[in-house]
């Protein structure tokens, strides 16, 4: 065994479901700007959820990052939220939301 895997965390490997959009650098930005427009327009997670059409586990695990999101749920929570999907994915916008 090399040093360096003596050393070295030991992380699961996912494997994305066929339909899955690869998106782990932007899970961050997608859980903070998702947290933030829902406590800024005051929505429980049940709320959001019923509204935009997502499961409350799925809004959950995209609120913590733990998840990818399918394309059509990107879909869903543009259309839902007015915001663009690369508006949603790429940036924090914790100033816009006032968390």
């Given at each position: 065994?090399?040093?360096?895997?003596?050393?070295?965390?030991?992380?699961?490997?996912?494997k994305?479901h066929k339909?899955?959009?690869?998106?782990?650098?932007?899970?961050?930005?997608?859980?903070?700007n998702?947290?933030?427009y829902?406590?800024?327009?005051?929505?429980?997670?049940?709320?959001?959820?019923?509204?935009?059409?997502?499961?409350?586990s799925?809004?959950?695990?995209?609120?913590t990052?733990?998840?990818?999101?399918?394309?059509?749920?990107?879909i869903?929570?543009?259309?839902?939220?007015?915001?663009?999907?690369?508006?949603?994915?790429?940036?924090?916008?914790?100033a816009?939301?006032k968390?």
């Amino acid at each position: 065994m090399s040093e360096l895997s003596k050393k070295a965390p030991n992380y699961k490997v996912c494997k994305p479901h066929k339909d899955h959009v690869i998106l782990r650098p932007c899970s961050l930005a997608l859980a903070l700007n998702l947290q933030g427009y829902r406590k800024n327009h005051r929505k429980w997670q049940e709320n959001f959820a019923k509204e935009s059409g997502i499961p409350q586990s799925q809004v959950a695990y995209l609120e913590t990052g733990w998840a990818n999101p399918k394309l059509s749920t990107l879909i869903k929570l543009s259309r839902y939220t007015g915001l663009s999907i690369d508006e949603l994915i790429r940036y924090p916008m914790v100033a816009r939301f006032k968390i």
